[in-house]
T-cell receptor
């Protein structure tokens, strides 16, 4: 297991289009987190899963955002009707329960034009 | 409302000297703190943590100090090396989310 993988690394999309990102966590980790990072800011929490259950969603996660983690394995984050304000780095992380030393992926950089 | 604050956007230190990165927090409910390091085009990497029952934790060249009364923590790197050049984030669990609340980061530049 080589760590947390995210795909794609970069995505350029036109405003109004839908995009989907994928995250493959470390296989033995039962928690999976999505964060968003914009320029000059630290990562901001979006949502997290314990196995397949989505346990918390940030108020940053508007109705246009949806995340899934079928069967408690990989996760997808979909953004519908993208806006320019969605341009950011989307980071995925995984951990064991109770371990805050998350392992982050390299992120997906989204640019909405 | 920034609950974790890193007030220095950047810090330049000469190779071999001590680097001191600072972090302040406002939420007295925070009881655990972490430092992450981030290189360009990579995700953050966990570096070191400290529980609020301690005031110091050391791991090799890295030491984190916690002053609960001042709601302040600092990361000391000694001696600083060129590979330490990165953005350093202070973080704490909670703050309204079950995930981590991060500061804005400090860009550490180690000069030869």
């Amino acid at each position: 297991d080589t760590g947390v993988s995210q795909d794609p690394r970069h995505k350029i999309t036109k405003r109004g289009q839908n995009v989907t990102f994928r995250c493959d966590p470390i296989s033995e980790h039962n928690r999976l987190y999505w964060y968003r990072q914009t320029l000059g800011q630290g990562p901001e929490f979006l949502t997290y899963f314990q196995n397949e259950a989505q346990l918390e969603k940030s108020r940053l996660l508007s109705d246009r955002f949806s995340a899934e983690r079928p069967k408690g394995s990989f996760s997808t984050l979909e953004i519908q009707r993208t806006e320019q304000g969605d341009s950011a780095m989307y980071l995925c992380a995984s951990s064991d329960t109770g371990n805050y030393g998350y392992t982050f992926g390299s992120g997906t950089r989204l640019t909405v034009v | 409302d920034q609950q974790v604050k890193q007030n220095s956007p950047s810090l330049s230190v000469q190779e071999g000297r001590i680097s001191i990165l600072n972090c302040d927090y406002t939420n007295s409910m925070f009881d655990y703190f972490l430092w992450y390091k981030k290189y360009p085009a990579e995700g953050p990497t966990f570096l070191i943590s400290i529980s609020s029952i301690k005031d110091k934790n050391e791991d090799g060249r890295f030491t984190v100090f916690l002053n609960k009364s001042a709601k302040h923590l600092s990361l000391h790197i000694v001696p600083s090396q060129p590979g330490d050049s990165a953005v350093y984030f202070c973080a704490a669990p909670g703050g309204g989310a079950d995930g981590l609340t991060f500061g804005k980061g400090t860009h550490l530049i180690i000069q030869p």
